[in-house]
């Protein structure tokens, strides 16, 4: 009867990256063997240790979850207590509720993740092509930003004979909206109600 399991087993931290795949590729293969079932493996690396081993500070540590026969868990601790490179290993058994639910978390991520990833792929996002010229879309943060708008002042003149300088300097100048983003608004000092205070 299968059952859930977690290995946990720390290496010795001087360990390649080959004899890593290689004592991976060993369990992998006894679980292949035995018809059981590698569900995860969670790589951490090279970690510090609570307390000297073999005069080691630190060691690699590799954490797999698995549904193992009993014989698969006997043949795969026989092969971590042979291995040189192994300090420790544990075998745990896990509560099946517990798993089963974290495998029905994992298995809901997975699927929004690809429905994500397809409604992505139905419509894709192509810059919008006007007149020769490719317009990029707005950023979020260009949207976020607060827009206040100046009034310019107008000059008035009494004097109706103008000049084609004067027309040209009297000619109202279009509105501009200076841009300000939320961090601006923030930072930007209080505005000064009394200035009579300030100087006294």
Same mark, same amino acid.
């Given at each position: 009867?299968?059952?859930?399991?977690?290995?946990?087993?720390?290496?010795?931290?001087?360990?390649?990256?080959?004899?890593?795949?290689?004592?991976?590729?060993?369990?992998?293969?006894?679980?292949?063997?035995?018809?059981?079932?590698?569900?995860?493996?969670?790589?951490?690396?090279?970690?510090?240790?609570?307390?000297?081993?073999?005069?080691?500070?630190?060691?690699?540590?590799?954490?797999?979850?698995?549904?193992?026969?009993?014989?698969?868990?006997?043949?795969?601790?026989?092969?971590?207590?042979?291995?040189?490179?192994?300090?420790?290993?544990?075998?745990?058994?896990?509560?099946?509720?517990?798993?089963?639910?974290?495998?029905?978390?994992?298995?809901?991520?997975?699927?929004?993740?690809?429905?994500?990833?397809?409604?992505?792929? =139905?419509?894709? $996002? !192509? +810059? *919008?092509?006007? /007149?020769?010229?490719?317009?990029? %879309?707005?950023?979020? #943060?260009? &949207?976020?930003?607060?827009?206040?708008?100046?009034?310019?002042?107008?000059?008035?003149?009494?004097?109706?004979?103008?000049?084609?300088?004067? =027309?040209?300097? $009297? !000619? +109202? *100048?279009?509105? /501009?909206?200076?841009?300000?983003? %939320?961090?601006?608004? #923030?930072? &930007?000092?209080?505005?000064?109600?009394?200035?009579?205070?300030?100087?006294?």
């Amino acid at each position: 009867m299968s059952r859930d399991y977690e290995l946990g087993f720390i290496l010795n931290p001087e360990v390649s990256e080959d004899e890593i795949r290689s004592i991976l590729g060993r369990i992998e293969q006894i679980v292949a063997n035995y018809g059981s079932q590698i569900v995860k493996v969670n790589q951490w690396g090279r970690r510090r240790l609570a307390y000297p081993i073999d005069r080691h500070r630190d060691g690699y540590y590799i954490f797999i979850d698995m549904i193992l026969t009993p014989e698969a868990v006997a043949e795969i601790e026989r092969t971590l207590r042979v291995s040189e490179i192994v300090f420790r290993h544990m075998m745990k058994r896990r509560d099946p509720k517990a798993a089963q639910k974290e495998r029905e978390a994992h298995a809901a991520a997975a699927a929004a993740q690809a429905e994500a990833a397809a409604r992505q792929a =139905e419509t894709p $996002a !192509t +810059p *919008i092509e006007a /007149e020769g010229q490719t317009e990029t %879309p707005v950023p979020v #943060e260009a &949207a976020s930003r607060v827009e206040i708008p100046v009034t310019p002042v107008e000059a008035e003149s009494p004097v109706k004979d103008k000049t084609e300088a004067e =027309e040209v300097a $009297a !000619t +109202p *100048i279009a509105e /501009e909206a200076v841009v300000l983003s %939320p961090e601006e608004i #923030e930072s &930007a000092p209080p505005a000064i109600e009394n200035p009579e205070a300030i100087e006294a």
